[in-house]
């Protein structure tokens, strides 16, 4: 396989002080002087390169990366094709503004966008900076086409930091907890969540739900229904099949927009392009972000061209939303998807993550469920049945960091470990990893 990832590091896991090593804790220790409390740290290391499928740090340490700055470089870091194109467009010009005088590239991203997301209808897309930005212009655009109101999201979503988004993400701790007054007009219906509920018979779930908001908010005064494909914060959780589509056909019929937030599962990283295309799911709008510019600020919404084009001239924008440095990261990321093969590598590192977490799981009953589709994937880690094991997922986490495995915690309970490795991962890193994660479960 073709390792998409630059710059030319080697291939390696390489331990060479105690994680964090001397010069990271030195830089935590400034880090903490300067920065606001508020902003987190999974694992102190501090990064001078990455690339394939390694992140590389001031000490000389070289980990393996499960987390793709949390599914943001899914076609590696500083991939050759972006490198190059952010490099040229960085010479010609860095901004304009797109609302003051345009350039192509905005449009090409667009133009790519209109092509690859689900649905043969005409689309036009919009470009901002973040996840959360393009959500809540997902819900501006909804309103002013619909002239309703209300938003309907669902259990364990995540949908950012900022107010509306704050109101629409479900976790109170840390993304809520204090920061209100949130927005009104936003309501929450159960989702489906099959190793937790019991229920693999998604049409049943749907109905549940649909029954809860028309009792609850009601059609005649529902804008959209947002949801991710995969619930990533909130645990990775695969709704059951029939879920995702019975919940569209209610909504089309009640001239509810549906809005898919495919902020983490787009851009290859479950195997298809976008994941609401595993269960033939076209949404009236999709949101995207993180995998969409290989780290660069990028985000859009991309939907039906008479719902798109329903706020007025002037009612959409931001200052730096498609910039051209990241329009250009965008393009090249798009070619690399295409030209890589990387919607089918993310395939293969299913079957081969999978396979080996099954015999995980044959050998410590402590590993609930196995689920995620692509490179999203996830184990969600119980004392017993279901009862969630935040400790251990923590202990899990905490250990395969000291043997430099990146990987990151998530989950309503904080009882899920994700894996989200780049897809730029040669197989022996892969399997690296794999061993690492076996070989902690075997002793924690
Ligand atoms: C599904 C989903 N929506 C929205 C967001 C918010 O994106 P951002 O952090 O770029 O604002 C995230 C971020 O993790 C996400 O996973």
Known sequence: MTNTGGPQLPQERRIVTAIPGPESVALHERKTAAVASGVGTTLPVYVTAAGGGVVVDVDGNSLIDFGSGIAVTTVGNSAPRVAAAVTEQVAAFTHTCFMITPYEGYVRVAEALNRLTPGGFAKKSVLFNSGAEAVENAVKIARQFTKKQAVVVVDHAYHGRTNLTMAMTAKSMPYKSGFGPFAGEVYRASASYPFRDGDTDGVAAARRTIDEIEKQVGADNLAAFVIEPILGEGGFVVPAP???????????????????????????????????????????????????????????VTGRAEIMDAPHVGGLGGTYGGNPIACAAALAVIETIEADGLVERARAIEKTMVERLIAMQAKDPRIGDIRGRGAMLAVELVTEGTTPNPDLTKAVAAAAHQQGLIVLTCGTYGNVLRFLPPLSMPDHLLNEGLDILESVFASA
């Open 242 to 300: 029939g879920f995702l589509p019975t919940i569209v056909e209610w909504c089309r019929a009640n001239g509810v927009v549906f809005v898919a937030d495919e902020v983490q599962t787009g851009f290859a990283r479950t195997g298809a392009m976008f994941a609401m295309e595993h269960e033939g799911v076209v949404p009236d709008l999709i949101v995207t972000a993180k995998g969409i510019a290989g780290g660069l600020p990028l985000s859009a």
